[in-house]
Every structure is written in structure tokens, then in C-alpha cells.
């Protein structure tokens, strides 16, 4: 099985900047799609953004492109998400996740087979 771990989170101040990593235990062969989510508690978890391994390709929800980067490193088998502009509704617990065997970019955390255990940001004003 894939296992994800997440590093990266912490405290930042409103207005900076922080990079989130993903990092898989072993190299993925089939075609696969690395989703970053959130999620506040008692809250609906909440579709980041996603990257097709292969071409590259992302999808953002549209309220975070301006601000959220996705990318990734295959050789590293790391992925990682960089947040600028942070706000203090940003702040949640962050999981990165992973869709075997298929290359839709879909924000729907029902088709990710694999989770990490989730990194905590929280924004301060």
C-alpha cells in the first residue's frame, strides 16, 4: 500500500507564505492523481488542489488558485503545496492524498484511495 506522510505545518502570520511537502513510501508505477484537501472540524472536507504525475496537469478550487500552488517532484516521490497570501480562514488540518489507476482531476475526496495523516496550519492576524 501507498503511505503519505505530510510535513510543513505550523503557525504563520496572516499575509505569508508556507510549503506543505507529501511524501510517498514508495514510487507509484500507474497512472496516478495527488489531491491536497482540508478540513476544519465540524466541517465538510474541502478540495485544495490536485496534479495529474504524468503531464502535470492541475485543477484548483477556484477560490484558491490565485493563492495555491500544487507541484511535485517524482523522482523525490514528494508533492507539495504552496500557500501565499495566507489568510486565517486557511487555517485546518491539510492531507495530501492519492487516485490510483486514474487521471481525472476531481476535488472529490470519495475517489482517493490513500490518505496521509494530515499537518495542521493555523493563521494568525
Known sequence: ????????????????????SCAASARIFDDFVIGWFRQVPGKKREGVACINSS????????????????????????WYLQMN??????????YCAVELDD???ILDSSEY????????????S
Not at 500500500?1 to 505569508?16: C, T
Request: aromatic share 10%.
Open 1 to 20: 500500500e501507498v503511505q503519505l506522510v505530510e510535513s510543513g505545518g505550523g503557525l504563520v502570520q496572516a499575509g505569508g507564505s508556507l510549503r506543505l
Open 55 to 78: 503531464d502535470g496537469a492541475t485543477y484548483y478550487a477556484d477560490s484558491l488558485e490565485d493563492r495555491f500552488t500544487i507541484s511535485g517532484d517524482n523522482a523525490k516521490h514528494t
Open 85 to 94: 497570501s495566507l489568510k486565517p480562514e486557511d487555517t485546518a488540518v491539510y
Open 103 to 105: 487521471d481525472e482531476l
Open 113 to 124: 484511495e490513500y490518505w496521509g495523516q494530515g499537518t495542521q496550519v493555523t493563521v494568525f
